[in-house]
């Protein structure tokens, strides 16, 4: 058991220090800016809850929002069962596994803005590899600077290419900590594959799985730099995300109530959905 | 319930075992005869996980046959065998509960609900986990989950053999004692062939009816707990089972008789086997303080109340002796009196005497 | 089984298709990019390779990002350690929620903290500085170490601390001589995951540079609005930003798959 010390706090300050300077006074400005009105030269004044009242109705903001969820929606939808699948594919020992978490991981590491412009090139009619590979030798017509359907899947691909190695390598390490018991126990017991997975497996995958899908949930629901390269937004709005959307009013127009009231609203968003998942998916390890 | 015989059984971990050094099991020909509690008892890697897993099916045999009475098994997976295994580890499904837990092998099985619940609450009833039924698994403390893991070898009726791999290696000492009696008393109640792998003594001499002794991929030898005891069929068995051990004394034959630093000593029965190391075994138990016999200092005395170990040395030989009643002080020299009919000679290893008379 | 593994085989095999594009058009020029598909560079150059190392304002964004990154790894190491030590080792007051208010950092968006951190780092005159990145990054970076090294931390056994402090040592010669050690791992992963988040962020990095300090992936960025004619110098361009990462995971390789697993949720 832990002991009582109060002295720890000591060797937390310096994390608490860095964090808190990082955290606390770039949010107090926000909370700052988004009750208040500016007509430029500095000069700002009382605004009260003008600006969320402002945002929670306009239609851009929802529209954004909705594209938002849509896109973490069908990244968690794809990326976590095929992590799983992967993972459960993956050999559990020999001189491959440690070339083949090196490959997988390797996405992982690639700067966010070229994970974009390499997406980019890869996808341009004519001179991409998969932008040939599908017009011109498949013959679907495909071009995500004029249609929103394949930019929507053009980002949710690239972001599958991108993510999905986490969940492999989350689910991967909890299925590698599994005695070889479990399994010939399971044999002896007549159990099918699929009770197998259901009753050993994912029990003992939860753990890195909470960790894998609170992960993603928030990187995704937050992703920023990789579509906004891809895709800038469009075409016309059809890909811009509330993120995309944020930096527009923010550094785009400079219109600063808005953006931060939109920031506020949407770090409460994230911050909720994570304490629901979380609490929900520990609920029966506090009994 | 059945027969399980296995026959010129080998085994190696490797693709293409060279000489008898690269096989993990060496040739091993045994009957286990049905209804019988078998200890497998050795050091570890001696070879009996292997043996064990080879007649679960988990393993498939390098060489050799196995056969559930009259039904040849070698190649079948575990699940096609009927048997049951419980594990060193208490293998427990955390998600389901004790009673879900017991009547998982039924279900995977297609018993019908009845029958399952006949059946388990029939055997949480035997190993006392009636009142734990419908708690989750996860939560329970290492032994009842060791019983769970148990409840689900012997809640299928018709189970070949229930085979026990160390299974009280993470139970606390003193619930050790009471694991194995009720292991010892199912066994009178169900009557299933039985094979507890093991390496204490203590565990595999308190359940099994016989005790099957490896060493280096070898069975060494097969007998009841009072033959392993008084009349070990190799100085290995002498050496592992008891303690202290058997006294092992590097001897000179000669006529017919052995001479211990010049001394005869006196053997139980006529040689019947020579071979380039001769050894006279005795244990213990057998040797005593005496005017006659072997002369040697004593070098340490432990004093356990009921008996005393005397430890002395004759020669560079180490000899111990249990004594009852008034124990000798260190550097004295005493002589050691061997009881004749315990007194034994070994050749390379294995018995060479034949009881007198026998 | 065999057929089990084509599984990894093809998810490899689609994560390598982009990669492999990006770095055969690093090698082709910009005529036989725009002329049409080829599978392989017809006429091989190493011209956009040559650009890159000959021009200050390409070569220095790799090592401003070098430098911060750096600082930032080692300084989020450097003050989480005793942080994740204190959490796997002491109740105080307030520590659960502490923990979790680390985390939730984690969980802000970039976009949130763009402008406040530009005004805040302007304010404090470190605009435009290595230590400005370095700084900001440690927001999501420090509890992602905290989080790593405490759940490597915890499964060492409390023992190990007693045993030493009765042999006689000084708590900072044993955390450096004895606990260090046995936690390498865990230090080796926590760093690893540190250089990974600052390596590939741009949005903060860009918004905090802009000459003197600007890093490689907001170089990148003005190049490719700028022309997007300069299709080979781009992708050579980040053909070598996957050579770090590749070289860091290279050491970690036995160990990144362990490191969140022992994180506590």
Redesign the interface.
Known sequence: MRSVNQKAWFFVLPVLVLVAFNALIPIMTVVNYSVQETFGNNQFFWHGLGWFQDILQSDRFRAALGRQVLFTVMVLAIQVPLGIVIALAMPRKGFWVPVCLVLMALPMLIPWNVVGAMWNIFTLPKIGMMGYFLNDVLGIRYDMTQDPVAAWVTIVVMDVWHWTSLVVLLCYAGLVSIPDAYYQAAKIDGASPWKVFRYIQLPKMKTVLTIAILLRFMDSFNVYTEPFVLTGGGPGNSTTLLSIDLVKIALGQFDLGPAAAMSLIYFAITLLVSWLFYTLMTKDDRR | MAKITLSKLRHSYMARPQGPADYALKEIDHVWEDGGAYALLGPSGCGKSTLLNIISGLLVPSEGRILFNDRDVTELPPDKRNIAQVFQFPVIYDTMTVYDNLAFPLRNRGRDEATVKARVTAIAEMLELTPMLGMRAAHLSADNKQKISMGRGLVRQDVNVIMFDEPLTVIDPHLKWKLRSKLKELHHRVNATMIYVTHDQTEALTFADQVVVMDLGVIVQIGTPRELFERPAHTFVGHFIGSPGMNVLPCEVKGGAAFFRGVQVPLEGPIVKSGARTEIGVRPEFVSLGAGGIEARVRKVADLGRHGVVEAVAGETRISAIVHGPMPSPGETVRLDFRRDMTRLYADGWIATEAAGG | MRK?????LV??L??????Y??LA?SFKTTNE??A??T?FPQTFTLANYRTIFTDPTWYWGYINSIIYVSINTV?SVL??L??A?????????G?KH?FFW?L??????????????F??YSAIGLFDTHIAVA??H??FN??LA?WILEGFMSSVPKELDETAYVDGYSFPRFFVTIFLPTIKAGVGVAAFFCF?FS?????LAK?LTAVYAKP??AT??RT?SSAGYE?GL??A??TL??IP??I???FV??Y???G??L?R?
């Open positions: 089990r593994s084509l599984i990894p998810y490899i689609f994560l390598l298709l982009p990669i594009w990006l058009m990019i725009l049409g598909f599978l300084l003050v989480a005793p942080a030590y204190a959490f796997s080792r002491y109740r105080f007051l520590d502490l680390l939730t950092n984690r969980m802000a968006p970039a976009a949130v903290f763009a402008l406040p951190f005004q805040l700084l900001a440690c927001l420090i509890p905290v990974m390596w590939v962020e741009m949005l918004t490689i992936v990148m960025t490719a299709l781009l992708a361009a980040g930003t996957i990462g590749a860091v995971i290279y390789r036995n990144i798959a362990k969140f697993a994180g949720v």
